[in-house]
């Protein structure tokens, strides 16, 4: 009796989690994907996926309470996480912020929580929120790319997200740029000089990358780069190259410039491979830097065949992970027919 | 009564038909997909696709009595094109060979057949067939790409063909090569200095571009290199190339060692992007050259991350596209509960 009330009176039906190296969201959403509830709090990280969730659903179920809830009556959880999230195994792997065993996190998620739960990688929740709710609304066939500290990427194809053999589709940080252009790696023994963190395209593009190649500049020539004085004896990042770029300096424009080129022909490529309707650009790079995404559009206007695809900005800014995480269960439930979506 | 003895007893059950340029390939299978008849003949191009389909529906017709039955008695029909085949429009765009005003062929064929009909690309029906009864049997992600006078692709997704937004998926011959990089290309205006027929990684790596590549530097030094003596006289084409390297010559191993370069690097982001389970390499210059799938294979490794995909020669040569197109018609037929395959 309860299951049905909850299903069709109960205003809290799903609660989409996104959990970040810093900081969680959760989002709290009706059965027609209305957000009830937003919240956001600092990450208790843990290396023990138990003490994590010990912690995480007790978060949870204390927001929920606040809105007259509470977790056992929740629909259903989506839960993004910083890493490769492979659901058929309840494996997280390559997630540097948490560190977890190689090990199933289903049977520990279960000890708090026995409903429908989705889990899946962090920038696929996000484009799935985009989809529901954002830049994306509607599209069958798209792609998110975000470009932060690193380069992130989702599938949206067919209606659905697609993850790949091992759900690592998307991963284009690692993209190579091309016989012999791969900068500072070694092509025949793939031996990257520093950290094995950062793919190629990465070093090259993303706002790490180009605070490397920031601090490189700085250390030739420090007297006569904008972006020394910038970062005023701090450590160069990619705020200051932007700055500079936006302030005349030579430098740093080439710096972006090499940036937008090797990402607009990197979009290009994909789009021709993929035959998309759009793509959609989040990140902190792109957030706060206005007409990045027109910079892109226009580079990528120059190369063959020239048909036209909408480049465009995230919507949804950081809340998308958790929005697109909600959805995930929404639709989960939908497609169990245990949802009145499908009624 | 006769639907009901045809699905069951009749042998001929489908048909799988590849339209080439040169060659029409016609494929008679019962329906478990065992083949009843292969059958070869020269293609009677019209750029009418009227006079087309009443030639083909008369050779399709007068093979089936062969065999003991009839067009009208085929439970479906597929029918891979050689081209952009949208089956929701019914139109054929980018197909020189056959030239077809834009225009529905939906109507065209039901004068002649009213059965299942599936409508496709013909390296997306050879894909099929590759997943069908060949080098990717029982694949659910690979990408099938073949290397002839072009480049073609076809990707099979979540254990489905994927098509894209506007059923050019796959179509990889447009690849650009990196900023700056598309050799012979003004990136600036996109116009190419020949045709416009192939794209710029066609141009570096298909039988014509490598073709290409050996009259310019039969040119260049037409006295020197092996390639003018092979191909004595004539224009030299892509096995000449081939043939002068096996030889030893300097100047053809440098243009193959760019196209292997360019496909292996071009593979290597491909499946980092799709997480691909694996590839497929088909087309007269793979079925031509020995140990072609292997040279990619060991580039491939150079590139970082290093995960291991196989990379397979493709098995079912020049039947590939008649066999997943029978494939295609079956399984619109299993998929619309009319098959015994779905009792």
């Not at 007259?68 to 999230?85: F, K």
């Not at 160069?236 to 607009?264: C, K, T, W």
Request: proline content about 4%; some cysteine.
């Amino acid at each position: 009796m309860t299951t049905d009330n909850r299903d069709t009176h109960s205003a809290v039906y799903s609660a989409g989690l996104d959990i970040g190296g810093t900081k969680t969201l959760i989002c709290l959403t009706d059965h027609n994907g209305a957000i009830q509830a937003e919240h956001k709090l600092e990450t208790k990280l843990s290396h023990d996926p138990r003490q994590f969730f010990l912690w995480l659903f007790g978060e949870l179920d204390r927001l929920c309470r606040t809105y007259g809830s509470s977790l056992t009556e929740l629909a259903g959880i989506g839960i993004g996480l910083p890493g490769v999230m492979n659901e058929s195994t309840g494996i997280l792997s390559s997630a540097p912020a948490l560190n977890w065993p190689h090990e199933d996190i289903r049977p520990i998620i279960s000890r708090y929580y026995s409903g429908v739960v989705v889990l899946d990688n962090d920038v696929n929740m996000a484009a799935l929120g985009e989809q529901a709710a954002g830049a994306a609304a509607g599209a069958e066939h798209f792609m998110m790319i975000t470009v932060g500290t690193g380069i992130g990427g989702a599938l949206f194809l067919n209606g659905q997200l697609y993850r790949g053999a091992r759900y690592s589709a998307g991963e284009i940080g690692y993209l190579n740029l091309g016989p012999g252009a791969n900068e500072g790696i070694d092509v025949h023994t793939g031996d990257k000089p520093e950290d094995s963190e950062f793919g190629p395209f990465e070093l090259a593009v993303s706002g790490t990358g180009i605070g490397r190649q920031a601090a490189e500049l700085v250390q030739d020539a420090p007297d006569t780069t904008l972006v020394t004085k910038l970062a005023s004896g701090t450590v160069p990042e990619a705020r200051h190259v932007f700055e500079a770029a936006r302030q005349g300096d030579d430098a740093a424009a080439s710096i972006l410039n090499r940036a937008y080129d090797l990402m607009a022909v990197t979009i290009k490529n994909i789009l021709i491979t993929l035959d998309l309707e759009l793509i959609v650009l989040g990140g902190g790079v792109v957030e706060k830097n206005v007409g990045y995404e027109a910079e892109i559009a226009r580079r990528i206007s120059r190369y063959t065949p020239q048909t036209s695809v909408p480049i465009r900005r995230a919507k949804l800014g950081n809340s998308a992970g958790a929005i697109g995480a909600a959805a995930a269960a929404r639709s989960r439930l939908a497609a169990a027919g245990r949802s009145p979506m499908t009624l």
